[in-house]
């Protein structure tokens, strides 16, 4: 089994900034992808940003030059550095990763989410 634990989620105010974590753990043998993605209640899920294992990344228009993906591989770990928030970024945030286990199964899997909330 693989299971993904977020933390890093608050209030903070318009302009403000976080940063969100999310590790991986499980026998885990490779993570391909890990990515953010987020929702607000009564809309689908979106993607916020992804990150490869050799490190290509890829933004929603909405985040660019604002927030950035990074991934630790040694420890199985993702990061969401969330700059200049603004009110729209209000959120509950889910960290995804997709990759195999020892035992050569595939796994997609999704954290439990956590909340950022911007105020103004």
């Known amino acids: 089994q693989v299971a993904l634990v977020e933390s890093g989620g608050g209030l903070v105010q318009a302009g403000g900034s976080l940063r969100l974590s999310c590790a991986a753990s499980?026998?885990?043998?490779?993570?391909?992808?890990m990515g953010w993605y987020r929702q607000i209640p009564g809309r689908q899920r979106e993607l916020v940003a992804t990150?490869?294992?050799?490190?290509?990344?890829n933004y929603a228009d909405s985040v660019k030059g604002r927030f950035t993906i990074s991934r630790d591989n040694t420890k199985n770990t993702s990061y969401l550095q969330m700059n200049n928030l603004k009110l729209e970024d209000t959120a509950v945030y889910y960290c995804?990763?997709?990759?195999?286990?020892?035992?050569?199964?595939?796994?997609?899997?999704w954290g439990q989410g956590t909340q950022v909330t911007v105020s103004s």
């Open positions: 995804n990763a997709r990759g195999a286990t020892w035992i050569s199964e595939v796994f997609d899997r």
């Open positions: 990150i490869t294992r050799s490190g290509t990344t």
């Open positions: 499980g026998r885990i043998f490779s993570i391909n992808v």
